[in-house]
C-alpha cells in the first residue's frame, strides 16, 4: 500500500504544490499510489493533539507500507517529532519518501543521512517574521563543513577530544560549536534509530513505536 500524505496548515505550502511535488516524484520513481491521505488544521498543532495522524501512523503495520511526502515538515515541523514519527515508521517497517530530498528512510537507511535534514529544523520556521537574527538562528561556522563528520563521529561515542584530534582543530572551539548546535542533544534524541549507523541494520533490533510505547506504559501504571 503506497500513501501519498499531505498536511494543510500555516507556513507549509498549499497542497496543491504538496500534491504536484508527490506525483512529479512518484512518476519519475514509478511508483503507484494507492491512497491520499489529507490532515487540516487551522494551525500547527503539536503531535500529541494530531490524534488523526496518530492514528494513521498506529495503522502502518502488518502489511508492507509505502508514505511519501513532498517534504519532512509535512510530517512535523519539530525535530522532537520528527524524531518520534520516524522512530515509529522504523518500528513498523514502514519505507518513507522525501520528495524534495530525494530520499528514502527505511530500515536500511543509515541515520547520518538523516541527521542532518534534522538539524535543519531546529532552527526558527522560516515564516516567522522577526526584527534582527531570528530566536534560534546560527551564524555561519568554519566547522559547519564537518558537520557530517562530526555527527557520525558523535553518533560513535567519540569524545570531543578525540574528535578534535581527527579534525585537527581547536578542541575548545570545536567545543563551543557542538554545544551552541545542540548535536549531543540531537544524536542522542535519535534514541534506537541511531544504532542503525555505519550500514547496520535493525532487523535484529526491536523496535517499539513510541505512541505505543506510551499506551503501553500508560496502561500498566491504571
Known amino acids: 500500500m503506497v500513501y501519498a500524505y499531505v498536511r494543510q496548515v500555516p507556513g507549509l505550502d498549499n497542497l496543491v504544490e504538496q500534491k504536484n511535488a508527490i506525483i512529479t516524484f512518484s512518476h519519475l520513481k514509478g511508483i503507484d499510489i494507492d ?24 495503522s502502518l503495520a502488518d502489511e508492507e507500507y509505502t508514505v511519501i511526502v513532498s517534504s519532512l515538515s509535512v510530517l512535523s515541523t519539530k525535530v522532537d ?32 543521512d538523516v541527521f542532518p535534514l534534522l538539524e535543519a529544523y531546529r532552527q526558527e520556521p522560516k515564516n516567522a517574521v522577526q526584527i534582527g537574527r531570528p530566536k534560534g ?31 585537527e582543530v581547536s578542541r575548545s572551539s570545536l ?7 545542540g548535536l549531543k542533544n540531537l544524536v542522542a534524541s535519535i534514541g534506537s ?11 535484529n533490533i526491536v523496535l517499539i513505536c513510541p505512541f505505543e510505547a506510551e499506551e503501553i506504559k500508560q496502561r500498566k501504571v491504571s
Open 81 to 112: 517529532e520528527l524524531v518520534k514519527i520516524i522512530n515509529c515508521m522504523l518500528s513498523h517497517n514502514v519505507d518513507l519518501w522525501i520528495c524534495d530530498k530525494q530520499l528514502l528512510i527505511n530500515k536500511h537507511s543509515r541515520m547520518t
Open 193 to 203: 534509530a541511531a544504532q542503525n549507523l555505519e550500514d547496520k541494520e535493525v532487523d
Open 35 to 58: 491512497k491520499e491521505v489529507v490532515e487540516y488544521a487551522t494551525k500547527d498543532l503539536p503531535i500529541s493533539q494530531r490524534k488523526e495522524f496518530e492514528t494513521f501512523l498506529k
Open 175 to 181: 567545543k563551543d560549536y557542538i554545544e551552541s548546535r
Open 137 to 167: 538562528s546560527k551564524s555561519s561556522s568554519k566547522f559547519d563543513i564537518y558537520h557530517g563528520e562530526i555527527m557520525m563521529m558523535l553518533s560513535q561515542k567519540q569524545s570531543v577530544s578525540a574528535i578534535a584530534r581527527m579534525l
